[in-house]
């Protein structure tokens, strides 16, 4: 079974322009998560999908993302236009729904997009 | 102050010590735990979960709560040069699997 897939592994743009992430989550996870790790910083939560609906997007940092999942299925996290504190690296995460225990944490990640932004 | 506070290291032994990895929180609504290894340039993959206080063991890994002192812990027997990683813990805010990490420890075991 493929786990989780990102796209691309690494980016380098330059402050203005703009980046789309891409992630495939597991085959048949309907939340689906961004995460993101800044330089010397924890790996904090951005954002979480369950199939097309935002359930909370709270960590989002400001109004220059935007994140989507049309269809449920793959999701992309625009950056728009890109500042310099956003380099970074940016995981995504899938869970299927637990239903009794949606609390037990078990996240599957991609390996992650690095972003540089120069 | 941060929720989860983790010192980062770096942490080297020798093949086959017993390792000791800290976190404190700082929030006592926190009920849910995990440990997440990370090794290099691949993402965090969940190693153990613990819910409450108390212990749990899974092979040469051991994890422990205390909820009394905000504590939690993951000891490594017998480590081994393919356990240099980075581990993170972790605990849950709200439902949904929002995880708040801590920063890491890099650790490094040497044959």
């Known amino acids: 079974e493929a786990g989780v897939t990102q796209f691309p592994s690494h980016s380098v743009i330059e402050k203005g322009q703009t980046v789309t992430l891409r992630c495939d989550p597991i085959?048949?996870?309907?939340?689906l998560y961004w995460y993101r790790r800044v330089m010397g910083k924890e790996i904090k939560f951005l954002l979480h999908?369950?199939?097309?609906?935002?359930?909370?997007e709270s960590g989002m940092p400001n109004n220059r993302f935007l994140a989507e999942r049309t269809g449920g299925t793959y999701s992309t996290l625009k950056v728009q236009p890109a500042e310099l504190e956003d380099s970074g690296v940016y995981f995504c995460?899938?869970?299927?729904?637990?239903?009794?225990?949606?609390?037990?944490?078990?996240?599957?990640f991609g390996e992650g997009s690095r972003l540089t932004v120069l | 102050q941060k929720e989860v506070e983790q010192d980062p290291g770096p942490l080297s032994v020798p093949e086959g010590a017993i390792v000791s990895l800290n976190c404190t929180y700082s929030?006592?609504?926190?009920?849910?735990f995990m440990w997440y290894r990370q090794y290099s340039r691949k993402g965090p993959e969940l190693l153990m979960y613990t819910y409450s206080s108390g212990n749990k063991e899974d092979g040469r890994f051991t994890a422990q709560v205390d909820k009394s002192s905000k504590y939690i812990s993951l000891f490594i027997r017998d480590s081994q040069p393919s356990d240099s990683a980075t581990y993170l813990c972790a605990t849950v805010s709200g439902g949904y699997n929002k995880l708040i990490f801590g920063a890491g420890t890099r650790l490094a075991v040497h044959p």
């Open positions: 999908f369950v199939k097309e609906s935002k359930q909370d």
């Open positions: 995460a899938s869970s299927q729904d637990r239903g009794s225990s949606p609390n037990t944490g078990e996240l599957f």
């Open positions: 085959s048949g996870h309907d939340n």
């Open positions: 929030n006592s609504a926190f009920q849910y």
